[in-house]
C-alpha cells in the first residue's frame, strides 16, 4: 500500500487566537444577560492577553534584541516598541490610555486581593436591587 507524506509550513499566532476567544467572550455578555459579568470580566482578561501576545509577535519582527527583554511588563515593552515605531508620545492619552485601563482591570482580576471591612455607602433614589452588592467594586 502507498504511503503519503505531507509537509506544512505553519505560522501560528496565538493573539489571533487568544484575541477571538475575548470576542466570543464578549459576544456571549452582549447576547445573554446570565452570567454577562462573567463573560466581560473574562473578556477583558482574554484582550489583555491578546494584547501582549501581539507585541510579542512584533518585538521580535522589529527589534533583533527582543530575546533580552522578553520578560518585562507588556509597558515596557509597549513604551519601547512605540519609541522604536515612533507611533506614540504619551501613553496616558487616547487611545493607548484604554490599554492601560484595560491592563489596569485585568491586574486586579488576576492579582486579587481580599478586603476586609470595606465600606461602601449608596445614597439612591429606592430601594437597591436584589443584586446590587454584586456591582460594587469598580471592575464590576
Known amino acids: 500500500m502507498e ?10 499566532k496565538t ?3 487568544i484575541f477571538h476567544t475575548g470576542w466570543h467572550l464578549l459576544d456571549m455578555a452582549e ?7 462573567l463573560n466581560l470580566q473574562a473578556a477583558t482578561v482574554f484582550f489583555a492577553f491578546a494584547f501582549e501576545a501581539y507585541l510579542n509577535h512584533v518585538g521580535p519582527e522589529e527589534l533583533s534584541y527582543w530575546d533580552e527583554i522578553d520578560r518585562i511588563s507588556y509597558k ?36 486579587g486581593r481580599s478586603h476586609k471591612s470595606l465600606i461602601i455607602k449608596k445614597t439612591s433614589e429606592s430601594p437597591p436591587p436584589h443584586d446590587a452588592v454584586c456591582y460594587l467594586l469598580p471592575w464590576e
Open 31 to 37: 447576547h445573554h444577560e446570565t452570567g454577562r459579568l
Open 76 to 111: 515596557k515593552k509597549l513604551t519601547v516598541l512605540s519609541k522604536h515605531l515612533g507611533f506614540i508620545k504619551d501613553l496616558s492619552k487616547p487611545p493607548l490610555q484604554t490599554i492601560l485601563q484595560l491592563f489596569e482591570l485585568r491586574n486586579a482580576l488576576a492579582h
Open 15 to 17: 493573539y489571533v487566537a
Open 3 to 12: 504511503k503519503f507524506e505531507t509537509i506544512y509550513d505553519v505560522e501560528s
